[in-house]
């Protein structure tokens, strides 16, 4: 080979090289995908295709070439790698990197908050929107005991295992994998000490839930909460009904009521505490873990009753009799109707 052609071959192979770098450049190195604004939410429902995928890439992205990313996408095998999930993509990123994110299933979490929760299907409306499980999905999971009764739950009572807080969930999580992951949630925060404290007070630890509901509505004070949970226990002990408006409410599933009237009294309803003694079947709400731990670090005190005061200051009055109370409970509703306040 004479040195003018060696030399254009060197150029020639420099040349393809350059090229090759290039293309390798722009598919593994080059920012060629940009968020829109400060980032976007990529979300691939459980069996997407490979199709619904590029469409959610193409209308949530800035992509320079979409023939580059299938191209990259195709030869990475991930057609056949789909992976549900929430991906936030926040910054540029390569053909290469977004693939690699999307076949390897790494997402973002999602912070999961729930609290004030009165019944199944406030829990399920509630959560259902912040993971792929909508509401319909999660109360259809739950109304079906079959779904918990080998974990020793019923209907009644299975909203104790939902314990109020935030909690981390991949977004890509169904009703039996939610009821799953609060299940252990629920099995931590019931640990060894604080279920001696139920033992303790002659409570098992479902009870305690059922009690714990009832003091939250109770209580706008939470400095309060262990003094009525004291309260509830000496009215328990000595067989005397709870007379717990909270569960009137709930019996009536009306929880916009201000003034129970003696007409709710008369609902025939195992919630209604006025009729039966005890507990009732299950809990009226999902009780916070300060509302439980009131119960289990309840006030030891001789009280049986207590009343709203007067002042409306969200504080009540506690006595040790009848009387006491009723002269409590006289001033309370003379101010009712002084506010005009009568149902």
Known sequence: ???????????????????????????????????????????????????????????????????????????????????????????????????????????????????????????????????????????????????YRNDGFTREDVISVFIPDTYEFYWNTGPGKFYSRMLNEYKKFWNGGRKEKSEAIGLNVLEVSVLASIVEQEARMADEKPRIAGVYLNRLKRGIPLQADPTIKFALNNFGITRILYKHLEIDSPYNTYKYKGLPPGPIGCPAPESIDAVLNAENHDYLYFAAKSDFSGYHNFSRTLAEHNRYATQYRRELNKRRIFR
């Open 1 to 147: 080979m004479t040195r003018k052609k060696l030399i254009y071959s060197i150029s020639a192979f420099a040349a393809v090289a350059a090229v090759g770098l290039l293309l390798l450049k722009n598919l593994y190195v080059s920012p060629a995908i940009k968020p829109v604004g400060k980032g976007s939410v990529i979300y691939i429902p459980e069996g997407s295709s490979y199709t619904q995928v590029i469409d959610s890439l193409r209308a949530n992205l800035e992509i320079e070439n979409i023939k580059t990313l299938e191209w990259v996408a195709e030869r990475k095998g991930y057609p056949g790698l789909v992976k549900s999930g929430r991906y936030v993509i926040d910054k540029p990123l390569s053909y290469n990197e977004l693939i690699n994110i999307l076949r390897s299933g790494k997402q973002t979490p999602v912070m999961v908050t729930f609290s004030n929760i009165r019944t199944l299907n406030d829990l399920a409306g509630r959560v259902g929107g912040q993971i792929e499980a909508d509401s319909a999905s999660l109360i259809t999971f739950l109304s079906d005991p079959e779904n």
